[in-house]
């Protein structure tokens, strides 16, 4: 009994360090980030309060991206908030708009997941749907602007 202690002891630190280090190290293999922001409309209007996510497709390296959209309906992708713009490649795109039974944007700070809330999906699957969304682009070497115009007369 007396080794067992003594073992956990030794060890304890050791896989608490490893779980410290696994954190950090989580993005130690991203390939090199380029800046990419853009503005996303629908119908010809700024899109407001929507998310995007950037999937890697393809021989594309690295994780998911993020962006929201601002009142003007502006973004800029990040994998984390200390790791700012995607790698250069090919990307599917997904964006999400949920909103509140009386029409007003789902909540950002929100503790319950959009469904549970009552909000409801504004967009299309053809958006908003990870691998049926008909959105895509490519992001060049130095990055650049992206930008989205959805429909939702036309699909």
């Known amino acids: ?16 360090a490893a779980a410290g280090c696994q954190s950090e190290d989580r993005f130690s293999s991203l390939p090199d980030l380029v ?12 899109l407001s309060g929507a998310s995007l996510m950037f999937l890697p497709v393809g021989a594309t390296k690295g994780q998911t991206c993020y962006g929201a959209t601002d009142a003007s309906g502006h973004y800029e992708l990040m994998v984390s908030k200390e790791h700012v713009g995607a790698p250069v490649g090919e990307f599917e795109v997904v964006v999400n708009k949920w909103v509140m039974p009386d029409g007003s944007d789902f909540p950002k700070d929100a503790t319950v997941p959009p469904g549970e809330a009552g909000a409801k999906e504004l967009l299309p699957p053809h958006y908003t749907t990870e691998g049926m969304s008909k959105l895509k682009a490519t992001v060049p070497a130095g990055g650049g602007e992206i930008n989205f115009d959805l429909s939702l007369k036309n699909g």
């Open 1 to 16: 009994m007396r080794i067992r202690a003594i073992a956990l002891g030794l060890c304890a630190p050791l896989l608490l």
């Open 35 to 46: 800046p990419v922001s853009g503005t996303v409309t629908l119908d010809g209007e700024p």
